[in-house]
């Protein structure tokens, strides 16, 4: 686990945006597994200039979203369909049948989760993940608790999730209670996974999930065991590491061949 510190949001969303388009470069059938909420818009705008200003192609990509609402419709302004076309899909050269996110409205979920799995095993399997982190260690909506061997499945949403998602919508008891989400299993079986996180209010839990103790109370916490995971956050977000020294000095004297 590679753990960089960044000052600002802005500078982790460069890194991150550099190591995609490093993938995409040598790779342009490249799998993709995205995530929405607020962490990762910063992250999706370097992409959009990559792709305008510096000719980053997605036309051969192939994406797999992490989660969607159960009852929502793709066109509602709250799901992550709609999130993922105005943020990043509707602003570079994917195709839309290349970009896959579970139906939240399908007659019969637990065989959109099967057809999901198997969709992903089918593409080869993801390159490389991008995630946030809960407030409570969740990734994907993988809640604590959640079997850090599960795969993509019906989730209910913890009261907190539900607090933190509320913002998002117009009333919190419009908020769905449950959702469809990759398991953390799922995720683990990702090639390269890229956590981000921002601000004071997630330097709790990133030190719990970076340092703490693995267990499925922090499902987060699983991806220390994972053999290529870079944690990009913030300064506030890294500010309660109890290593944040060594971790800075580990990144400023990378060898050449690394950095």
């Known amino acids: 686990m590679e753990i960089i510190i960044r000052p600002t949001p802005e500078e982790c969303a460069s890194i991150g945006g ?20 607020s962490t990762p818009i910063p992250l999706y705008s370097e ?6 200003e510096e000719g980053l192609s997605f036309s051969e990509v192939t994406s797999f979203n992490l989660d969607e609402y159960i009852g ?20 570079i050269d994917i195709k839309s049948n290349s970009a896959h996110i579970p139906n939240g409205e399908a007659q019969d979920i637990q065989s959109e989760c099967l057809q999901y799995e198997q969709a992903i095993r089918s593409s080869g399997g993801i390159d490389l993940q991008v995630l946030g982190i809960g407030s409570d260690g969740h990734i ?14 019906i989730k209910t949403l913890t009261g907190e999730t539900i607090e933190d998602n509320a913002r998002f919508f117009d009333n919190p008891d419009q908020v769905p209670r449950h959702c469809i ?23 709790d839990i990133i030190s719990k999930a970076v ?8 499902p987060a916490s699983i991806l220390q065991l994972h053999p290529n995971v870079k944690v990009i956050v913030d300064e506030a977000a890294g500010s309660k590491l109890a290593n944040i020294s060594y971790y800075k000095e ?3 004297n990378k060898p050449d061949w690394q950095a």
Not at 72 to 91: A, I, R, T, V
Not at 140 to 152: D, K
């Open 140 to 153: 994907g909506f993988n809640e604590p608790g959640s079997s850090l061997g599960s795969r993509t499945r």
């Open 18 to 37: 550099r190591i995609i388009a490093n993938l995409i470069n040598g790779k342009p059938n490249a799998v993709l597994g995205l995530a929405t909420g």
């Open 47 to 52: 992409l959009i200039r990559l792709h305008k």
């Open 72 to 91: 929502l419709s793709g066109e509602h302004p709250c799901s992550y369909q709609f999130f993922m076309d105005e943020e990043l899909f509707g602003k």
């Open 250 to 252: 580990v990144y400023e």
């Open 211 to 218: 340092e703490g103790p693995v267990s499925a109370m922090v």
């Open 181 to 203: 989400t990759m398991g953390v299993g799922t995720i683990m079986d990702s090639e390269t996974v890229l956590l981000f996180a921002f601000g004071e209010g997630k330097a």
